[in-house]
């Protein structure tokens, strides 16, 4: 005990370099695709929060929202709290992503970032005065294959697509993912902006959103968190809507799919525009079998 103590007191921590760390949090929801027939149940898109930079570097790009790390709190602390002050809520599905460090990602000096994903219902959303004067946008989020070869490795082309709700912004980046062909399955992604795009991405976050993405559409098809975007009634098809949202394509047979994650109840959804058939709600003795 008394060597360690020493060793401390006489620990300098000028002996290595102290990177910066950053905590980057993903904000999605959901939204309904305004149709012509409001007695239909409206289709689902999925919508990203980016804030706009209001100051140097890359300053004026949008960027997803974040800050950095405190030396008293924790990763998990940091990122409560960035999601507290960029949307008034808490108590909501949070869990942290990947840690992206690539040492020329950030201009100013070297940064690493922990990205953090959070699924919040948008009627829940309550912007703060503390971050009033910051520029704001939902977008609209697609990531669509365009294209799937198989010859030496695997090679996936995508479009990482995003347009803000109100139409004035838009930024589209190509995806190129290259899979090794061993059990190893080794995998390496190139992002491209396009060429006919104003605005991008701040830093890298066009990598972070790309990854949260992917996490996403993974994790719905074995656990719950998709119905963190659902009130707790619910139709099969508003669950299915929010499901195809995500996935970014039509899925089959989903009632089926959904047997374990889902019991039918007596209960009654006021106030909707067209007459529910069923509803169901979340059930909560589901446990994922592999």
């Known amino acids: ?35 012509d027939n409001i007695r239909k149940v409206p289709k689902k898109g999925l919508q990203v929060l980016l804030i706009k930079r209001d ?28 999601l507290k002050e960029k949307t008034g809520i808490e108590d909501v599905y949070l869990e942290q992503l990947y840690t992206f460090g690539d040492v020329d990602r950030d201009k100013r000096t070297r940064v690493i970032t922990i990205s953090s994903m ?8 309550k912007f703060t005065e503390l971050d009033s004067l910051k520029e704001k946008k939902w977008f609209w989020v697609e990531k669509n294959l ?4 198989n010859d030496l490795h695997i090679e996936n082309k995508y479009k990482l697509y995003l ?9 589209e980046y190509d995806v190129i993912e290259k899979i ?16 006919s795009c104003k605005n991008k991405l701040a830093f890298d976050h066009y990598k972070i959103l ?13 656990t719950p968190i998709a119905f963190n975007l659902l009130p707790k009634l619910f139709t099969v098809i508003e669950l299915q809507y929010v499901y195809e949202a995500i996935m ?37 003795n589901f446990q994922h079998d592999f």
Do not use: H
């Not at 890359?58 to 998990?76: A, H, N």
């Not at 365009?146 to 070869?149: A, G, L, Q, R, T």
């Not at 090794?180 to 060429?195: A, F, G, N, Q």
């Open 180 to 195: 090794e062909k061993s059990v190893l399955r080794k995998r390496s992604i190139t992002y491209t902006l396009e060429k």
């Open 248 to 284: 970014g394509r039509k899925i089959l047979n989903f009632r089926r799919k959904m047997n374990n994650f889902i019991i039918e109840t007596d209960e009654k959804i006021e106030g909707k525009p067209y007459r529910p058939a069923k509803v169901f709600k979340f059930n909560e």
């Open 1 to 35: 005990m008394g060597e360690e103590k020493e060793f401390l007191d006489n620990y300098s921590d000028e002996e290595y370099d102290k990177p910066s760390v950053t905590n980057d949090v993903l904000i999605f929801t959901t939204e309904d695709i305004k149709g």
């Open 118 to 125: 959070a699924l919040v219902a948008k009627e829940k959303i």
């Open 146 to 149: 365009v294209e799937s070869k």
């Open 55 to 82: 100051e140097q570097p890359d300053k004026d790009m949008w960027c997803i929202p974040g800050g950095f790390v405190r030396k008293d709190e924790s990763l998990e602390q940091c990122a409560a709290r960035k």
């Open 210 to 222: 790309d990854y949260g993405i992917d996490r996403l559409r993974n994790k719905i098809e074995y």
């Open 163 to 171: 347009r803000s709700e109100d139409g004035e912004v838009e930024i």
